[in-house]
């Protein structure tokens, strides 16, 4: 099986109704679900000294997650504020990333991106901080998938896309057209293979090499919706990464009985691949934040 990277955010989600604060961010979650989902996974980023980073901090490496890159210094770690509406997360407030912002992962040493060379995935996002240093991340990783949310603006797109083999965008209620002219500029400025549409209970979009996928959801009643987008992305990367390492091409001789060419296959592996990705993404609706292990806070 392949090996999972989340390098950049985690914060706590501070659920202000119940006073109760659960660890997420979406590198971080990346290599949380992973993890959860039988996957060997390390989390690379940047950690405060308060109540809220030794909580995410304890809470991942109690998991099993490698944490032995993270940097830490003092001040507030990320968190947002959120409340739930009818189990649907609605952010109101937050510190925008905390020390993560303060002290970027800027500068990686040869150490760093020896460890980054060492997993199949690398993840990042948009509130990682990351950018001076995706150049460097490129040249180490052997597949790097880029969360942008709904935050981009076309040159953000043109100043990330390049090193990047994945985009994943969120496009709400954005219509159809829209979404896929979107798509097709993220391939134009430079995404080299993968982009994801994501569209809460309106399924997915993806478009792998310029071909068009959709994807219904699987429809659940949630308890949660926090970290749906990040539970989907996740499930289709590992289950896309580790499969197309079968990837081959058979010799004419063999006939055409089957799936026999590497055209038939990856076609197969991505539709299988988006149908677990639309149900692991609503088995993890059924938990209270990102992958759950909430506290109090006062």
Same mark, same amino acid.
């Given at each position: 099986?392949?090996?999972?990277?989340?390098?950049?955010?985690?914060?706590?989600?501070?659920?202000?109704?119940?006073?109760?604060?659960?660890?997420?961010?979406?590198?971080?979650?990346?290599?949380?679900? #992973?993890?959860? @989902?039988?996957?060997? =996974?390390?989390? $690379?980023?940047? *950690?405060?000294?308060?109540?809220?980073?030794?909580?995410? +901090?304890?809470?991942?490496?109690?998991?099993?997650?490698?944490?032995?890159?993270?940097?830490?210094?003092?001040?507030?770690?990320?968190?947002?504020?959120?409340?739930?509406?009818?189990?649907?997360?609605?952010?109101?407030?937050?510190?925008?990333?905390?020390?993560?912002?303060?002290?970027?992962?800027?500068?990686?040493?040869?150490?760093?991106?020896?460890?980054?060379?060492?997993?199949?995935?690398?993840?990042?996002?948009?509130?990682?901080?990351?950018?001076? #240093?995706?150049? @460097?991340?490129?040249? =180490?990783?052997? $597949?790097?998938? *880029?969360?942008?949310?709904?935050?981009?603006?076309?040159? +953000?797109?043109?100043?990330?896309?390049?090193?990047?083999?994945?985009?994943?965008?969120?496009?709400?209620?954005?219509?159809?057209?829209?979404?896929?002219?979107?798509?097709?500029?993220?391939?134009?400025?430079?995404?080299?293979?993968?982009?994801?549409?994501?569209?809460?209970?309106?399924?997915?979009?993806?478009?792998?090499?310029?071909?068009?996928?959709?994807?219904?959801?699987?429809?659940?009643?949630?308890?949660?919706?926090?970290?749906?987008?990040?539970?989907?992305?996740? @499930?289709?990367?590992?289950?896309?990464?580790?499969?197309?390492?079968?990837?081959?091409?058979?010799?004419?001789?063999?006939?055409?009985?089957?799936?026999?060419?590497?055209?038939?296959?990856?076609?197969?592996?991505?539709?299988?691949?988006?149908?677990?990705?639309?149900?692991?993404?609503?088995?993890?609706?059924?938990?209270?934040?990102?992958?759950?292990?909430?506290?109090?806070?006062?």
């Amino acid at each position: 099986m392949i090996k999972v990277l989340g390098l950049g955010d985690n914060v706590v989600d501070k659920y202000m109704h119940i006073k109760t604060m659960y660890p997420g961010g979406n590198a971080l979650n990346i290599a949380v679900l #992973a993890k959860l @989902s039988g996957i060997e =996974a390390g989390y $690379f980023g940047v *950690f405060g000294d308060d109540e809220a980073a030794k909580h995410v +901090y304890k809470t991942t490496a109690d998991m099993g997650i490698d944490v032995s890159h993270c940097r830490f210094y003092h001040g507030e770690n990320g968190y947002a504020e959120v409340r739930l509406d009818d189990g649907d997360r609605v952010f109101i407030g937050s510190n925008q990333g905390g020390v993560s912002k303060e002290h970027p992962i800027d500068l990686l040493t040869d150490m760093d991106l020896d460890y980054i060379a060492g997993y199949d995935v690398c993840h990042t996002s948009i509130f990682s901080y990351v950018e001076a #240093a995706l150049p @460097s991340i490129r040249k =180490a990783s052997r $597949f790097v998938s *880029f969360d942008f949310s709904n935050r981009y603006d076309e040159e +953000y797109l043109k100043k990330v896309c390049p090193y990047i083999d994945m985009a994943a965008i969120s496009c709400g209620d954005m219509p159809k057209e829209e979404i896929i002219e979107q798509m097709k500029r993220i391939e134009e400025y430079g995404c080299k293979h993968v982009v994801m549409a994501t569209r809460g209970s309106k399924g997915a979009f993806l478009r792998i090499d310029g071909k068009f996928y959709e994807q219904s959801p699987y429809l659940v009643d949630a308890v949660d919706t926090m970290a749906a987008g990040d539970s989907f992305i996740t @499930s289709f990367l590992i289950n896309y990464v580790d499969g197309m390492k079968d990837c081959v091409e058979f010799p004419e001789k063999a006939g055409n009985r089957g799936i026999t060419t590497k055209e038939e296959y990856q076609d197969a592996l991505i539709e299988t691949s988006l149908y677990r990705a639309a149900v692991f993404a609503a088995g993890n609706c059924q938990r209270d934040g990102s992958f759950g292990y909430g506290k109090k806070f006062e």
